[in-house]
T-cell receptor, first 113, second 112 residues
Framework: GNSVTQMEGPVTLSEEALLTINCTYT??????LFWYVQYPGEGLQLLLK?????DKGSNKGFEATYRKETTSFHLEKGSVQVSDSAVYFC????????????FGKGITLSVRP | DSGVTQTPKHLITATGQRVTLRCSPR?????VYWYQQSLDQGLQFLIQ???????AKGNILERFSAQQFPDLHSELNLSSLELGDSALYFC???????????FGQGTRLTVV
């Protein structure tokens, strides 16, 4: 079945540091890939998505590129802010019977001033 | 605001009891998903409905059941509750398949 693997956390960065969160996946066919963010006490919010190979999703300064050759979808941001402190989830959605969202374990990011 | 509404926000109940969680999807969305989030298990997919029919089943216990009604709202029923069922339960909705899903704020269930 489909699966998503995220790097282990938590991650603590200083404000304005570069962020990279690794995500790799296993799926048959051509899944759609997503990053979700969960702020404390809230539900998950879609951060960005990519639906085919080499697509780049971007939003709020975050970017991720769908790399089929390495089955990866790493999340990057050039300069993090304190307000980016949250839990980040990588997810994929397959086709047909596998259309449900499969999530990675999530990683907690803390950004200190 | 995602447009997905879950009620109640918080629920405290005793072991052995039964509860019903409710979800109203975004307007126009036909798919509804239920997820359980706990500290040790992460986000676990429970079940998916599409236009009233069950479409996919995940790690849903036999004590749990769900349905989607003709007006597309969904209910998750949890019975014979155990302490280990304490978790955040999220509902999400999407237009169809293989598209992004939008999540509600969740129902925090505490079993005492």
């Amino acid at each position: 079945g489909n699966s998503v693997t995220q790097m282990e956390g938590p991650v603590t960065l200083s404000e304005e540091a570069l962020l990279t969160i690794n995500c790799t996946y296993t799926a048959t066919g051509y899944p759609s890939l997503f990053w979700y963010v969960q702020y404390p006490g809230e539900g998950l919010q879609l951060l960005l998505k990519a639906t085919k190979a080499d697509d780049k999703g971007s939003n709020k300064g975050f970017e991720a590129t769908y790399r089929k050759e390495t089955t990866s979808f790493h999340l990057e941001k050039g300069s993090v802010q304190v307000s980016d402190s949250a839990v980040y989830f990588c997810a994929l959605s397959g086709m047909g019977a596998n259309s449900k969202l499969t999530f990675g374990k999530g990683i907690t990011l803390s950004v200190r001033p | 605001d995602s447009g997905v509404t879950q009620t109640p926000k918080h629920l405290i109940t005793a072991t052995g009891q039964r509860v019903t969680l409710r979800c109203s999807p975004r307007s126009g969305d036909l798919s509804v998903y239920w997820y359980q989030q706990s500290l040790d298990q992460g986000l676990q997919f429970l079940i998916q409905y599409y236009n009233g029919e069950e479409r996919a089943k995940g790690n849903i216990l036999e004590r749990f059941s769900a349905q989607q009604f003709p007006d597309l709202h969904s209910e998750l029923n949890l019975s014979s509750l155990e302490l280990g069922d304490s978790a955040l339960y999220f509902c999400a909705s999407s237009v169809g398949f293989a598209t992004e899903a939008f999540f509600g704020q969740g129902t925090r269930l505490t079993v005492v």
